[in-house]
């Protein structure tokens, strides 16, 4: 389901959304992110020897939040792997680009920049309508198997596939709706680490999705023939390293990657849970509920704390063989249509936002974070006592509809119906992304940190008068990529991932994900990330390393992402380059040797990678 209904279980989809803060004069962004790229197609003759026989067309490029909009560009449907070899020799030849694209739910700017003109000599590769094939391979004694897909495969076919045949992942990405060559050019991830005394099954790993592949097909230059050619690398070879996490500066048709036995799993809501208690300091008394408490226990956990609240969505995920007693059996992914789709009187809310009523934003966080209550265990209490804006909102007939759909405070099922909970028709946000390296040890110090200096800049935000995040900090944990766990002997690193180990600090284990959500245009929110982002660049040092997060948001100027030069020509490669290893260095040297033309780049990549 794509959300193209306006009215869906009672509520209001993204569209409707659109409809309803539209006619209130605002949302440009909304439409923006709402308009189906190629509704209208420029006419104009194709560029000159394209190769016969491949769809090509004008098509509007728009990323999934919409703060990233083209003209109409050329773009290319290739029905195979042939295909794609055929554009790129031709653009070689002809002096144009190929962008790889694929579901296009993206922050960052890897494939074509905001504004690119209609006349850029560049032609979108459009992956999903074909290369979406899917095998099982290599079935093994241990329970661990081996998936061949092609790129254009969304992860939800891929794990649908998996878990069909009793194949599954510890963790992976909340939306479905992802490429597997998007989801593996920036490192994808979920979030699980082993919890205490858990022994990973074989076939499963806790870093990136990158980490479980074990060999790719990729376009690269062939210096005999003077062409480029389709190539598959093992993961044992060098050059392999630099295409697990490409960030979109080559072409992976194909990947396999190793799965292990499927796990049923139990996820368990919590929304009572004070944030000064779940982010508390470490030394908090015995039997608070802090993170680092329940990441020990299950190993699975997701923190989602809306603006302006003070009790966070917390998320716990454990392996449950069987169903417990108390939990709800569900069959397929997407179990919280509260999210998915706004009741439309909180629809409404968000369009008075982003029409301009920016300090309504308290009032919109106090409402997603009572809407999800409700949703998930029935309380009205807080409702109840609640000032009548609120009410005003939730009214009777929402909170009906809500507790229509049953609680959903406790879930069990397979594995893929518990990770994967976000549709497309969820609310449009802009997000900034990190990874904090640290040890596990330190978990609680980290989220400690980042907690009291977050709300003390939102305090001090608001008392100007700026409200510039309205939507929701993420937190997950995830472990380091380990190669071992892809089971190829030798198997290289992901060179650029955020997630490679950091060989002069071993004990840097744990990855903490911080992310920070805001509906785009916003006043301040850029000037607000580029403080979040200086705060956690301070992070750094024995305790902890900050990576990017390549899908998300960084490098902040006080009025732009991507665009901080010191953050882009010195914290990112240095994060990279330090821990003995020349990691960023040797990536980039490979993909420019597998790419000397730079026909598989773009401005942006080519000004980061250097």
């Given amino acids: 389901m794509t959300g193209d209904s306006s009215i869906r279980d009672g509520g209001l989809s993204r569209r409707g959304l659109l409809a309803s803060s539209a006619a209130a004069g605002g949302a440009v962004w909304l439409l923006r992110g709402l308009v189906r ?26 990323n999934w939040v919409g703060e990233i909009r083209t003209d109409q560009l050329w773009t290319c449907v290739p029905r195979g792997p042939q295909e794609v070899l055929d554009v790129v020799n031709w653009a070689h030849d002809a002096g144009w680009t190929v962008r790889a694209q694929g579901r296009r739910h993206g922050w960052a700017p890897l494939t074509v920049a905001d504004g690119t003109p209609a006349t850029a000599r560049v032609v979108l590769l459009d992956t999903t309508a074909h290369l979406t094939a899917m095998s099982l391979e290599r079935q093994a004694d241990d329970g661990s198997a081996e998936v061949r897909v092609q790129a254009g495969a969304s992860l939800e076919t891929l794990l649908a596939f998996a878990g069909a045949r009793g194949y599954g992942v510890v963790s992976a990405p909340a939306p479905g709706e992802l490429s597997v060559g998007g989801a593996l050019a920036i490192g994808a991830h979920g979030t699980a680490v082993p919890s205490t005394g858990e022994i990973p099954s074989p076939g499963h790993g806790h870093g990136s999705l990158s980490n479980l592949v074990t060999e790719l097909t990729a376009v690269v230059w062939d210096s005999v023939s003077g062409r480029y050619a389709l190539r598959t690398v093992g993961r044992a070879e060098p050059d392999c390293g630099a295409l697990l996490t490409h960030l979109g500066r080559s072409l992976v048709t194909e990947a396999v990657l190793r799965v292990g036995t499927d796990h049923n799993l ?3 809501s919590f929304v009572d849970i004070p944030a000064a208690e779940l982010f508390a300091a470490p030394g908090a008394p015995a039997g608070a509920r802090t993170l680092a408490g329940f990441v020990d226990r299950t190993g699975r956990a997701e923190a989602i704390w809306f603006a302006f609240t ?11 063989p069987h169903r417990p007693f108390a939990a709800r059996a569900v069959d397929e992914p997407y179990n919280y249509p509260f999210s998915d789709s706004l009741p439309e009187p909180v629809a409404r809310l968000a369009g008075d936002l982003v029409s301009g009523a920016w300090a309504s934003a308290p009032l919109f966080g106090q409402v997603q974070y009572l809407l999800t209550k409700v949703a998930l265990t029935g309380d009205l209490s807080d409702v109840l006592l609640s000032g009548t804006l609120v009410r005003d909102v939730l009214t009777g007939d929402v909170l009906t509809h809500l507790l229509a759909g049953g609680l959903r405070s406790d879930l069990w099922g397979a594995s893929r119906n518990l990770l994967q909970y976000v549709r497309p028709t969820t609310l449009r946000e802009s997000a900034n992304g990190y990874a904090v390296l640290t040890r596990r040890a330190d978990l609680q110090w980290v989220v400690s940190q980042f907690a009291d200096f977050y709300r003390m800049l939102l305090t001090q935000y608001a008392a100007r008068g700026e409200y510039p995040v309205n939507g929701q900090v993420e937190i997950r944990v995830t472990g380091l990529d380990d190669p071992s766990v892809c089971g190829v002997p030798g198997a290289q690193p992901p060179l650029l991932s955020a997630l490679r180990p950091r060989a002069d600090r071993p004990h840097l284990d744990t990855a903490v994900w911080i992310d920070v959500l805001s509906l785009p245009g916003t006043p301040a929110l850029h000037r607000f990330y580029r403080e979040i982002e200086r705060f956690l660049l301070t992070l750094n040092g024995d305790r902890a390393a900050v990576r990017v997060e390549w899908s998300k948001g960084w490098a902040y100027t006080d009025t732009a992402a991507w665009s901080d030069p010191d953050v882009l020509s010195h914290h990112i490669p240095a994060s990279h380059r330090a821990g003995g290893g020349p990691s960023w260095d040797e990536a980039v040297t490979t993909l420019d040797r597998l790419d000397p033309h730079h026909v598989l780049s773009s401005p942006f990549l080519d000004a980061l990678l250097r």
């Fill in 37 to 62: 790229p190629g509704s209208a197609h420029a006419a104009s003759a194709p560029p000159p020897g394209f190769p016969a026989g491949v769809d090509l067309h004008r098509r509007v490029y728009e």
């Fill in 266 to 268: 139990r996820c368990q």
């Fill in 310 to 320: 003070d009790r966070p969505w917390l998320k716990v995920w454990s392996v449950s």
